[in-house]
């Protein structure tokens, strides 16, 4: 199984690497877009900002080619972000795979939400095997709103997604790659999709 990991300056990658390692499989890191195009799983991480990460991914090219993608990909914190229609931040326009804009916290609740929250109302074969409520970690200042493609729940001063899924595409607010065993068995999950 050929696993890329889109490599285009944003993301946390080595330790979503050593996360696949430890499931017996190899990824590869690219920014070529004929390479992400013969990938079986394609895993879009980001860490950062967005209309930084964006600006990123338009000199690249990859703005036009991750959304026409056909198989399994899975977008991971910011990746998951960018993959909606925009995000507050930066008043950014996103790659419009969710149907969602992804909004800031309120002044209500202390942000970034770091650490361990749990996720309910799991839906999709992303979450086979995982118990509702189970704990993942998070950080982050910005959210995706529930919406049609909400497949997993989070609650901080509201509920929002904790993860979105439509057609080949997936996204987790959380970081699997950083989630224990609840994260780890989602990371083998999405490679058998």
């Known amino acids: 199984m050929k ?5 285009y300056g944003a993301g946390n990658i ?13 990824a590869v890191l690219s920014d070529n877009p004929e390479e992400i195009k013969k990938a079986d799983k394609v895993i879009f991480p980001g860490v950062g900002e967005a209309s930084s990460a964006m600006k990123k991914l338009r000199n690249s090219g990859l703005d036009q080619l991750i959304p026409n993608l056909k198989q399994p990909v899975l977008g ?3 990746g998951m972000q960018l993959m909606c229609n925009s995000s507050e931040e930066g ?3 996103g790659l419009g795979i969710f149907d969602v804009d992804v909004v800031k916290f309120s002044n209500k609740v202390k942000v970034p939400q770091i650490g ?13 095997g ?3 409520k ?13 919406c049609q493609e909400t497949i997993a729940e989070s609650d901080y001063g509201l509920s929002y997604s904790a993860a979105l899924g439509k057609d080949n595409f997936y996204g987790t607010q959380f970081h699997p790659e950083k989630s224990s065993d609840v994260g780890e068995k989602i990371l083998e999950n999405f490679l058998k999709i």
Request: hydrophobic share 45%.
């Open 3 to 7: 696993i890329v990991i889109i490599n």
């Open 14 to 26: 080595q330790s979503i690497k050593f996360a696949i390692q430890r499931l017996g499989y190899e």
């Open 76 to 78: 991971i914190c910011l």
């Open 91 to 93: 008043n950014t326009k």
């Open 116 to 128: 361990w929250n749990q996720i309910s109302n799991l839906k999709t074969d992303l979450f086979q």
């Open 130 to 132: 995982i118990a509702e």
């Open 134 to 146: 189970e704990y993942v970690y998070l950080v982050h200042s910005f959210y995706a709103p529930l």
